[in-house]
C-alpha cells in the first residue's frame, strides 16, 4: 500500500496544473473568477488568473500531505504505532485528493458553464469528504497537529480518545445526511444546512471534550 501511495501521490498533486495547462488555450480570454454565496460569478479576470489558485491548492496539499506523513518525525508526544503511521498515511492521500478534485472543480467552472455553481454538486463532495474524515478521527492518536487539539485532550489521552471517538460518529454521520440532504434539496437550503449540520458537529466534541475535563478535576479536587 505505501509504495502505492508513494508511486500515485505526485500525478496527483500536480494533476489540476496539468489540467489547467491542457485546457488554459480552450479557455474564453475573461473568465468567471469569483462566486457570490449563491454559486453565481460575481467577478471576471483574466483566464491567467487560474494559475494563483490552483498553485496554491496545490502547494498546501503538498505541505499538507508531507506535515501528516512526518509527524511521527516532529510531534513532541511520539506516540505512533506502524498502524497508526499507515493510517495517517491513508488520510494524508485521502487529503491530497480532496484538495486535487478542488482544483479541478476550479479549473472546469471557469470553462464553457458545464458545471452549475449554483448547485449542490460541491455540498456533495464536501459532505462525503467529512465523512471520510469522520471514519479515521475516532482512533487517531494524540498529536500536536491532526484532530481536535485542545488543550484538556492533548495533556489527556483518554480525554483525547473519548473525543476524537464522538468526533468519528458526528462527522461520518453529519457528512452522510449532508450527502443525502443536498442530493433532494434547492441551493440555499443545502448550503443551510451543511453549515449547521457540521457546526453542531463541530461544537459537540468541544462541549463534551470540556465536560470531561471539568468533572476529572472535581474529582481530583474532591479527594
Known amino acids: 500500500m505505501n509504495k502505492l501511495i508513494k508511486l500515485l501521490i505526485w500525478p496527483v498533486f500536480l ?42 491548492i496545490t502547494v498546501v496539499s503538498i505541505g499538507v500531505y508531507y506535515l501528516l506523513t512526518n509527524l511521527h518525525r516532529i510531534d513532541p508526544k511520539r506516540s505512533y504505532t506502524q498502524e497508526t503511521l499507515g493510517r495517517m498515511k491513508r488520510l494524508a492521500l485521502g487529503l491530497a485528493l480532496f484538495m486535487s478534485a478542488i482544483g479541478f472543480y476550479m479549473v472546469k467552472s471557469a470553462t464553457d458553464g458545464s458545471i452549475n455553481m449554483s448547485g449542490n454538486g460541491l455540498l456533495v463532495f464536501m459532505g462525503l469528504f467529512f465523512a471520510f474524515l469522520g471514519n479515521y478521527m475516532y482512533n487517531i492518536k494524540p498529536n500536536y497537529f491532526a484532530g481536535f487539539r485542545l488543550p484538556w485532550t492533548l495533556h489527556d489521552d483518554e480525554n483525547w480518545r473519548l473525543t476524537h471517538k464522538l468526533v468519528g460518529v458526528l462527522w461520518f454521520t453529519g457528512g452522510l445526511l449532508v450527502t443525502v440532504l443536498s442530493m433532494v434539496l434547492p441551493p440555499t437550503a443545502a448550503k ?21 475535563y471539568a468533572a476529572k478535576r472535581k474529582q481530583k479536587n474532591n479527594e
Open 15 to 56: 494533476a489540476p496544473l496539468a489540467y489547467l495547462a491542457f485546457t488554459l488555450q480552450k479557455l474564453p480570454q475573461r473568465i468567471p473568477v469569483h462566486f457570490d454565496f449563491n454559486g453565481q460569478p460575481d467577478r471576471y479576470g483574466n483566464k491567467n488568473e487560474l494559475w494563483l489558485p490552483v498553485g496554491i
Open 192 to 212: 443551510l444546512s451543511f453549515f449547521i449540520i457540521m457546526g453542531i458537529a463541530s461544537i459537540i466534541p468541544v462541549v463534551y471534550s470540556y465536560k470531561l
